[in-house]
């Protein structure tokens, strides 16, 4: 009788399964009692043998992790993710191994890892933890990291030409990468690095101190491979590299992986977390850095704070614009004037946490150079009230526009931003009641 893709997983290959299972995750299981052993999981960094390999009340023999990643898998799920193949695929490697040659396969996908062509790079939001300022040990190890990242992207020009090229044409050049602590993230795809340069280049650190790990982890620098509670598992979980020895290597990656980095910082100049840039025009583009057990204060973070504060407080005025490219746009214009009133909001919305640095700034003019959405406005328009400012739109530069035919109007008069030369230009302006 013919045997089907059910048949060859059930608890009478259980001896076999499990051979198998050990030669193809390196790992040793250990017998607890009949049609139960125990190993530890090769898809994180375990030492309590959470592994279980067991067979079910369907007759089928499955492995499921009680440890941190909570995985559940049966042996031919193990293949495809060890060989990075198809369901199958996977199947015919089990079928061939035992030299089952009257097999019927199974056409439809695994209900549980996506096929390997099939499953590109997530672009998921994040959703973050309640605002908190970084520990001492988070904020050496962001600090480390944006050193890093930054120093690699201007290691080398040939290596890293189109991404320099990509910063070039929107007006980022190699002096203002090394002032803003601009860096690069290789991607998964990256022969030499594999989504884990960060990793990598602090390796011997991590073996010395697996708590060193713990703090980049924590901190949110680096990504859980084979966590099944995000979007993307079918990506990130085919991304576990079985060829790295240790398990911090093998079973996590670089959270920023392609990704231009930007650090943030706050008004004193304290770095409290990153955004990342993907390549590509599609999708959630932009990615916000979000930590597994430290909270940080996204809402707080203004790009380009801790360079404008002084001048804020000088000048009592902020041209705030919406994103970061927008930002340098017109950092261009301002920075050679030594007015740099500049932040970026990083979207059309002010937070209340951002509100309340921008209200210590003892700001009278707000200049919204860019387009707001009605919530946005009207956010802007009630911090200005509170503070007894004034609002200007002179609207966000089109594409291809230079900035300074937005600014142009009122940049003249940053000298000393004087009420009286602010209203005399012909921009919209409004006085709140």
Not at 262 to 289: M, N, Q, S
Not at 351 to 379: C, M, Q, V
Not at 388 to 400: D, Q, S, T
Request: charged share 30%; net charge neutral; hydrophobic share 35%.
């Amino acid at each position: 009788m013919m045997k089907t893709y059910q048949d060859i997983k059930s608890a009478a290959y259980m001896d076999a399964i499990i051979s198998y299972a050990e030669t193809l995750l390196d790992i040793r299981f250990n017998s607890v009692k009949k049609n139960r052993c125990n190993a530890p999981c090769p898809f994180h960094a375990d030492s309590k043998d959470s592994l279980k390999a067991y067979v079910n009340k369907d007759d089928e023999v499955r492995f499921h992790c009680f440890g941190e990643c909570r995985g559940d898998w049966d042996i031919y799920e193990l293949i495809m993710l060890r060989k990075k193949c198809r369901f199958k695929a996977a199947q015919q490697i089990w079928a061939d191994h035992l030299e089952e040659k009257d097999f019927r396969f199974y056409d439809g996908d695994s209900p549980r890892i996506p096929e390997a062509d099939e499953t590109t790079a997530p672009d998921d939001l994040v959703v973050f933890a309640e605002p908190e300022k970084p520990g001492e040990k988070t904020a050496a190890a962001l600090k480390d990291a944006a050193k890093f990242y930054n120093d690699l992207l201007l290691s080398d020009n040939d290596r890293f030409k189109h991404i320099l090229d990509y910063l070039s044409d929107r007006g980022i050049e190699k002096d203002t990468i090394r002032r803003f602590n601009i860096g690069y993230a290789p991607p998964y795809s990256d022969e030499q690095y594999r989504g884990r340069a960060l990793i990598d280049r602090f390796s011997q650190r991590f073996e010395k101190d697996y708590g060193a790990f713990s703090t980049f982890s924590d901190s949110g620098l680096v990504r859980f491979l084979n966590d099944k509670s995000v979007r993307g598992y079918g990506y990130y979980c085919r991304q576990i590299d079985f060829e790295r020895k240790y398990p911090y290597s093998r079973n996590y990656g670089d959270y920023f992986a392609g990704r231009i980095v930007f650090p943030i910082y706050d008004t004193e100049a304290c770095l409290t977390g990153f955004v990342g840039r993907g390549l590509e025009d599609r999708g959630v583009r932009w990615l916000k850095h979000q930590t597994r057990e430290i909270p940080l204060s996204p809402g707080t973070w203004l790009y380009g704070i801790e360079k404008a504060a002084r001048y804020i407080r000088q000048y009592r005025t902020i041209i705030l614009t919406e994103g970061i490219f927008d930002y340098f746009a017109f950092y261009r214009l301002l920075q050679p004037q030594d007015r740099l009133v500049l932040v970026s909001t990083l979207g059309s919305y002010i937070t209340p946490e951002a509100a309340n640095i921008l209200k210590s700034l003892d700001i009278k003019h707000f200049i919204a150079a860019y387009d707001w959405d009605e919530a946005g406005r009207n956010g802007i328009e009630r911090l200005a009230f509170k503070s007894g400012g004034w609002v200007y739109y002179p609207g966000g530069p089109a594409e291809g526009q230079d900035p300074s035919d937005k600014l142009e109007p009122v940049l003249s008069t940053i000298s000393g931003f004087s009420e009286k030369d602010l209203k005399s230009k012909t921009i919209l302006q409004e006085k709140m009641p």
